[in-house]
């Protein structure tokens, strides 16, 4: 069984612990050293390019016989009978492929089941067609109450009902001296999400007997934006090359050139279809396939071929395709001579939607499930409303009442930091987008953007640092849908060198009370961050969760084998962002290293004390955004140089004699007055902040009194000091275990531990001596 939070909270809080005794520690957080595999399962040659999906055989031996007693035959009944539409006539796999193209979500059920019980229960589990009446003992059992008579008989209609659209249920059944199991969804991609729940049971060592399980997601849209080649921390190339044999890294191919030229939609590669499951696997429903920073190509002929192509390989697993694209698309000569001039711009011009729904409309002849667009406007150069005399909310809406009727939605970023809305860029956001919210309407509701409208807000104010506050937009656009965006892939987070395990930073955000308020400014009973998001704070019916993903076309398929419980962690959060990071760490290590029990124990306490200790060398207390210019890899606290005052890490740290951070209380900024007045008070006053926040609010004196007995300046060393320490401990507790991993990944790791902690010294050493210039303190 997993290990209990508090266990993994002592892991973190006592980093150093681990450095000083790998092994020791490991059985102080309850690994035992009796492996629970047998010998001569390792492939020493295995690139981890099957995700957590490799469902190797069960290596206890009394486990393996109840599974093999309790699992015995495949039922999946009119598996054929909805297929999933094709557009695509000349769709296939590249030569040589092992993945297989699936025909409808019941065939991906149970081919997936096949594959998962022969690989876990090593041997081949028979598939029974047709059983009617007569399912044999052991039997498991996949459908929906239209698909199959069993799930008709076990499964009541309102049962499936509650669950909802994606939602599962699980279900021991015995008749008479027979036993089996009911996998039943309201849709055949709920009973899809239950066979990987199903799957993931026994790849953990969990009981299959006497399930009684209903899951549904707490959130209705679970979608990945895919940024193309932009912040690429999982392309299989040296850095700038471009990637090898003409692909540019991506995990999707549309422009490769060279030896694989062959090999561009609508071939299909395997590593398409390994993304799908994993992503069906954990219940995302769609990603957008292109960089935010829009290319118009995507919206061209040619590229909506190769969309529709890949719609269909992922239609079967529930992934519905979006794009980003570009607000002002329509001035492109490419789609002469179907353009648009300067003067119809407007978002409120016919012309302009008129065009909108036009392009989307061709997308949806050849995409039918077409899920809808991303844009990124008026920020970092790209064009939007401003450009034409319009807000956001204007230029939202336009675009949105175009595609409405296709039924699409517009996901409408909110990262814009203009300069001149106010000096302090964290206020930005709030001040272009909250008082759209608060806009009276003539039916005597608030808020002016459109139903079909999601904006989609960074989990902080800033830009994915490793710890920030949480967005003060989340409770206070009370009117509006939003979509929480989390980034997935390690932008500032040590890309993929670094070990780095995301979901509690996750946990910690979806877990903040926002100490939002009625009308009457009454607390609400619901109303942390995930109420918000789930829209249970506010009664908002449709809801999001965007995460920027971080496949490529490296072997494993994400830069850094760790990296990969990123992107199932946030599948897992998702879902129900009510789980414990600590539990989805030990299924994902089960899942992909071992269900060895001293194993489990070592990597999961690495795990989760990573993300506290990459804040401590990199951004402790607070201190934020002091990267490198441009590359957001490496330390560079005194760099001033660049276009952009707000660029800078001098902009962020205000060092001087005096003390360190930005000042952004009821004396400063002011940046605390955007929160619930809850938070405002917290945030607003140097005796109350939480300490691992205060330099994001206040200008901290270097002798400030902290928790700890310390002044400010010796905590701040101290966590510095204790970051590295700890990925030191990482690294050795990484080499306690080379008999019990596999050998290619373990020495890939041990060399990703290596680069890390000197990259982390580096850190703690640049950032120390710099502040040290400022303190006149010892270290």
């Not at 090593?122 to 003992?137: A, I, K, Q």
């Not at 072997?555 to 998702?574: K, P």
């Not at 951004?619 to 276009?643: C, K, M, N, R």
Request: net charge negative.
């Amino acid at each position: 069984m997993p290990m209990s939070r508090r266990v993994f909270v002592g892991a973190v809080t006592a980093g150093v612990t681990l450095g000083t005794d790998a092994a020791g520690t490991a059985r102080a957080l309850g690994g035992q050293d009796t492996p629970s595999g047998p010998a001569g399962q390792r492939d020493d040659g295995y690139d981890g390019s099957a995700l957590w999906l490799r469902y190797v055989p069960v290596g206890d031996p009394h486990l393996l016989r109840r599974y093999r007693r309790r699992v015995t035959a495949v039922v999946v009944e009119n598996a054929d009978r909805n297929r999933s539409y094709r557009h695509t006539p000349n769709l296939s796999m590249a030569p040589g492929s092992t993945e297989r193209l699936m025909t409808s979500t019941l065939e991906a059920a149970r081919e997936e089941l096949v594959r998962g019980l022969g690989g876990l229960l090593d041997r081949p589990v028979r598939v029974v067609h047709g059983p009617g009446h007569d399912l044999p003992d052991g039997a498991v059992v996949v459908g929906t109450r239209e698909s199959s008579p069993a799930v008709r008989r076990f499964v009541p209609a309102e049962e499936l009902a509650r669950v909802g659209r994606d939602g599962f249920v699980l279900r021991s059944v015995t008749q008479g001296r027979r036993a089996f199991t009911v996998i039943a969804g309201h849709t055949d991609v709920g009973a899809l999400y239950g066979t990987f729940a199903f799957l993931r049971r026994i790849q953990t060592h969990r009981p299959v007997e006497g399930l009684a399980v209903a899951e549904s997601p707490r959130v209705a849209h679970r979608h990945l934006n895919y940024w193309d080649t932009e912040r690429l921390y999982a392309g299989n190339d040296a850095p700038g090359t471009g990637g090898l044999n003409g692909e540019n890294g991506a995990i999707f191919n549309f422009a490769a050139t060279g030896a694989s030229a062959g090999l561009n939609l609508p071939v299909v590669l395997d590593r398409y279809l390994v993304a799908a499951r994993a992503m069906a696997s954990v219940g995302i429903t769609g990603i957008t396939i292109n960089n935010v920073n829009a290319d118009n190509a995507y919206l061209t002929d040619e590229y909506i071929a190769q969309e529709a192509a890949l719609a269909d390989a992922l239609r079967p697993y529930g992934i519905r395709l979006a794009l980003s694209i570009r607000y002002a698309a329509p001035l492109d000569s490419r789609f002469a001579p179907d353009t648009l001039t300067e003067e119809q711009m407007a978002p409120t011009d016919p012309d302009f939607r008129a065009w909108w729904t036009r392009r989307a409309r061709r997308i949806q002849q050849s995409v039918p499930d077409f899920a809808g667009f991303t844009v990124k406007a008026n920020s970092e150069g790209q064009p939007g409303p401003q450009d034409f005399g319009y807000d956001h909310g204007d230029g939202a809406n336009g675009m949105a009442a175009a595609v409405a009727p296709l039924g699409l939605k517009i996901y409408w970023r909110t990262f814009v930091y203009n300069p001149e809305v106010d000096s302090d860029r964290l206020k930005r956001a709030y001040l272009e987008f909250g008082h759209i919210d608060d806009e009276p309407q003539p039916d005597g509701s608030r808020g002016r953007f459109l139903d079909n409208v999601f904006l989609q807000t960074k989990n902080g104010p800033l830009d994915f640092q490793a710890r920030e506050p949480v967005h003060p937009m989340f409770g206070r656009m009370e009117n509006t849908n939003q979509a929480i965006e989390l980034q997935i892939t390690q932008e500032y987070t040590g890309q993929n060198r670094m070990l780095c395990f995301l979901a509690p930073m996750w946990e910690e955000i979806l877990k903040t009370d926002t100490r939002a308020t009625d009308a009457r400014g009454r607390l609400l009973d619901k109303r942390l961050v995930g109420h918000v998001v789930d829209g249970t704070a506010q009664h908002h019916s449709d809801t999001a969760v965007v995460g920027v993903a971080n496949l490529g076309n490296a072997d494993n398929l994400t830069g850094h084998h760790f990296s990969q419980a990123n992107l199932y962690a946030f599948g897992r959060q998702s879902w129900d962002w009510t789980l414990d990071a600590g539990d989805i760490a030990a299924d994902w290590v089960r899942m992909t290293w071992s269900n060895d029990h001293h194993v489990v124990g070592v990597v999961v306490a690495m795990m989760m004390g990573s993300w506290e200790a990459l804040v401590n060398y990199q951004t402790p207390l607070g201190i934020a955004h002091q990267f490198t210019a441009d590359v957001h890899y490496g330390p560079g606290p005194s760099e001033s140089h660049l276009p952009r005052e707000d660029w800078n890490p001098t902009y962020y740290h205000k060092a001087d004699s005096i003390g360190l951070g930005y000042d952004r209380s009821p004396t400063g900024s002011d940046f605390t007055a955007q929160y619930f007045p809850g938070l405002q008070a917290a945030y607003g006053d140097l005796g109350t902040v939480p300490e691992n926040l205060m330099m994001w609010f206040h200008h901290v004196p270097w002798d400030h009194p902290m928790s700890s007995g310390r002044i400010f300046w010796d905590e701040l060393v101290h966590r510095y000091y204790a970051g590295v320490r700890y990925v030191g401990g990482m690294r050795r507790a990484w080499d306690s275990l080379e008999s019990r991993i596999d050998a290619r990944r373990f020495a890939e790791v041990r060399a990703k531990l290596a680069l890390h902690e000197a990259d982390a010294a580096d850190w703690r050493d640049t950032c120390v001596s710099y502040w040290q210039q400022f303190s006149g303190r010892h270290i």
